[in-house]
Structure formats: C-alpha cells, structure tokens
C-alpha cells in the first residue's frame, strides 16, 4: 500500500504570500492528484499530473516521479485559498488509477 | 452540464437502522468511485466500479457496508445495522479511466 505523507499539516500565511505544500510517496506511480477541501467540505481536483508541471492560474503542481515528491504552490496568496489541500496517489502504486490513498491533508490559513 | 449529485446531502439516523446513500456520476463518466471521510480524519477509500468489471471492494470497513451500481450510472452505497462509528462524510467522485475525478457534494451522515 502507498503511504502519502504531506507537510505542513498547518500553514498560515499573509495575502501575497508564495506558499509551498509538499507530498511524498512511497510507492511509484503514474500519476498524483492534488484536492483541494473548502470549510464546506466540497472537493475540487485541483491537478492530475504524471510528470513536470502543471500551472492553472496561480497554482502550480509540480512532481518528482524519481524522488517520489510532488510540490503544490500558490503564487500570490489570498484569503479565497483558504482550504485543505489534499494529495492523493494510487494505493498500489503504478497505473491502479482506481483506488486512491490520500494525505491527511495541509491546512492553508491566508490572513488579509 | 451537471456534475456528480448526492442525496441525501444530510442524513440522521438511529443506531441499528439500515442507511441508503445515493450518487449520480456526470453522465458518460465509466468510473465511479466511494470515498468516507470521518471527523478530524483523512479521506479513506471505500469501493471503486469500473465499466462492468467486478467492482474493487477492498475498502469496505464491513460486511455491513454494500454498494450496487445499476445500468453504469447511479450507485447506492448501504449501511446496515448502522454504528456511531459509521458517522461520517461520504464522498462519490466519477471520472473517465485514468481522467480526474470530478467529486460530489457529499452526504453528511450522524447515528446518533
């Protein structure tokens, strides 16, 4: 089974801040999921990436398929992002796209 | 078009009832997966269908816990003989095989 470990648990930042979640694996994958949780608890796929790096807006995902390492950042905080952020791979590793272990998850606070 | 629908979005049950929960994936999608995510905890894995191969089970907590998706659209997760243990968000996201999963809103249950 994949264990996912992410850090930090908690993140508090001030608007315009450049914030930097990170997530580790421990089995290989063919590709990683990033969630993101609002305090109402809907979950929005934020990116599903197998390689480099994605951009969409003012988030960035990145990932280290060797290293076994994914990178999500936010360019410019504001209090809008505010959220859990959750990273999720495969539970056996490879291309089981299926069934996902997910990481406890990254508290992001953004005070204005 | 519309996205993943849950109903109820919240339900209260007594302890030893038997609970039926509903998902409506985006149509067309052939993957539809259930996920629990119980207070102060990290989403957790409960069952994956794919298309019309025999669905992963593996993350069911008990037998009292069963889910039936009919025609490769709607699925209705069951809980019998509920526990407060069983309290809980429940999650169903839908996606193409190896496509990001597009979440619902979720369906709060408490057992009181």
Known sequence: ????????????????????????????????????????????SLFMLSSGKKKHGRLIATINIQEKHSSLHITASHPRDS?????????????????????????????? | ????????????????KDVELRCDPIS?????????????????????????SAPDKSGLPSDRFSAE????????????????EDSAVYLCASSFPGIEQFFGPGTRLTVL
């Open chain 1, 1 to 44: 089974k994949n264990e996912v470990e992410q850090s930090p648990q908690n993140l508090t930042a001030q608007e315009g801040e450049f914030i930097t979640i990170n997530c580790s694996y421990s089995v290989g994958i063919s590709a990683l999921h990033w969630l993101q949780q609002h305090p109402g608890g809907g979950i929005v």
């Open chain 1, 83 to 112: 959220a859990v952020y959750i990273c999720a791979v495969p539970n056996a590793g490879g291309t089981s796209y299926g069934k996902l272990t997910f990481g406890q998850g990254t508290i992001l606070t953004v005070h204005p």
């Open chain 2, 1 to 16: 078009g519309a996205g993943v629908s849950q109903s109820p979005s919240n339900k209260v049950t007594e302890k030893g």
């Open chain 2, 28 to 52: 067309g999608h052939t993957a539809l997966y259930w996920y629990r995510q119980s207070l102060g905890q990290g989403l957790e894995f409960l069952i994956y269908f794919q298309g019309n």
């Open chain 2, 69 to 84: 998706r009919t025609g490769g659209s709607v699925s209705t997760l069951t809980i019998q003989r509920t526990q407060q």
